[in-house]
């Protein structure tokens, strides 16, 4: 990855939080550039899902300061993370099962044509659009189709194509892997190289060893709240990142 | 990965088409129950030669109207996954204030009515001094204290985060605690020189059509339109489908939910409004039960109270069958007393039906 020379996406420097006497986070340097897949990694408690947290602006920090593409930012609600292009693929991805794939992408964001006062969705261009997308992520989904009786790779493509919808510069994906079969675990590796590509930074939080491994340009370790680690994926084995993970191995 | 130009369009190898039987209105609940709502006609033609006359399909066209704009409004509630079980108490209140209003500004020295009306020149006769303002008047505010009994459910649903099951029922009691507090428990009777067109308005016929059914046939369409082709109906689905999804794309879910509620209850008042136009009057228990009704009829025709399913038609559908039901009770001379069992077995069918259908597909 030619990553040096590029401004940093994503910057966070000192980043630290606390709930009342617990400190959750503590002192957490890391960047990310674009086109670049990071694995967050850690186990449970270790600081992950804050981090992304305060990233998405659920939580504001305590300590410590964001950058996003070289301005410093302030996210008091999620809203704001999304207005300067940071989209989060939730574990449950957060799609209406009862809504079609078009209008899932669409969701909140529908386009429309006016008829004097009144603005009535724009159907034809929603599924064109959505097709394009689920196209240009190499997705075999159909934008008519129910979200209910998609596979959990389908589902996925779907919520990855409304951060493409929006433009989103950075993509945090939490455990997109987890609950899917093994080919639909290929298929969600192969969107997140889409994403790649178009020079979308990626935060991959997962459980699975190998998926962080096929993917990731860089692995960032977080154990009790600091960062214990940020390597390039080559430079590292599963072996290192469990040993991090656990404990075994205190820094790297 | 997959070794394909990014210009190529996409061909769907693994997945395939869902059938047309498998989807839209073939798959759903509406759909079969208004199979089976198109047998019952079929058997009601052959079991009683008045059923297809056209006094009695005017009266079935009138009965079914009375309770399906309520149950358009209800079901706008159950899509998102709530639940309004004030809509019968509404019914009573709205109608009860639309008369009482009417009454008032017709009586002539009172405050109010002295903008309203005169006397004509023998001193008996009450003239307005608008024709149809009165009526115009008197409906707004039928439909204002609706209105505002909608914001209040909404708000506490929406922003309070109250169960909409509790919130409304304890609505159901305020209005109708409130109706009786503003009548004494007697009820009110449209009344004044616009009484005339009030009842025109709301239990007449044009070319033999109903009124009420052709308010009901135009608010359906709009209906439709609203659901599915603006972006408050995809709302108001994505809402009932998966509601912690719908806040997470950033939808105001907030303000959705106080405006299903607020338009529950809107059509709630117009029905009380109409209904006590073909009574002739609004007592004080008018509509009492009537939440039971309009929230099988709608459940019946295919909304699904867990959310995210439903529609005018099915809607619609659910009231003309419980409408035939009991208009075919009476024609073969049952006891009208076995019409709430029979609708109790329909609720239960209609929907064990569409849990076997979901089984097997």
New interface residues.
Partial sequence: MAKTDATPVLELTGIGKEFGAIRALHDVDMQVCPGEVVGLMGDNGAGKSTLVKIIAGNFRPTHGEIRFAGSTVHFNR??DA?AVGIEVV?Q????????TAA?NVF??R?L?RKFGP????D?KAMAARA?EL???L?????PD??VK?MSGG?RQAVAIA?TRLSNARLVMMDEPTAAISVRQV?QV??LI?RLKEQGVAVMLISHRMPDVFAVCDRVIVMRRGEKRADKPIHETSPEEVTALITGAKEAA | ??A?P?ES???????G??RWWQ?GIFASQTGYVLLALAVLLVIMHFASPYFFTQGNMQNVAKNFSFIAIATLGVTFVIITGGIDLSVGSMMCFSAMITSMVMTELSTPGSPAGALFVHMAADGKTVLANVPGLILLVSIVAGLGVALIAGLVNGFCIAVLGLSPFVTTLGMLSIVRGLGYVVSNGRGSFPGGPDADYFYAATSGDVLGVPVPFIYLVILALAMA?VL????FG??V??L???E???E????PGVRVKIEVYVICALAAGLQGIIISGWLGSAPANMATSYELNVIAAAVIGGANLAG??GGPLGAIVGCVLLEVIRNGLVLAQVSSYWQQTLVGVIIILAVLVDRIRSRMN
């Fill in positions: 999620p809203v999304r939730y449950d991805l957060a799609l209406s099962d009862n809504l209008a969701l909140g529908e429309k009144i603005a009535l969705l159907h097709l689920f196209g240009e190499r997705s075999e989904t159909r189709d129910l009786q389908q409304r290929e590796l192969g190289h | 990965m997959m394909m990014m369009p996409i061909t769907f190898t693994n997945v088409k869902i989807r339109v599915h082709h603006t972006s995809r709302h689905f994505a009932g489908g998966n912690k999804a719908a997470l794309t950033g939808i995210g399913i």
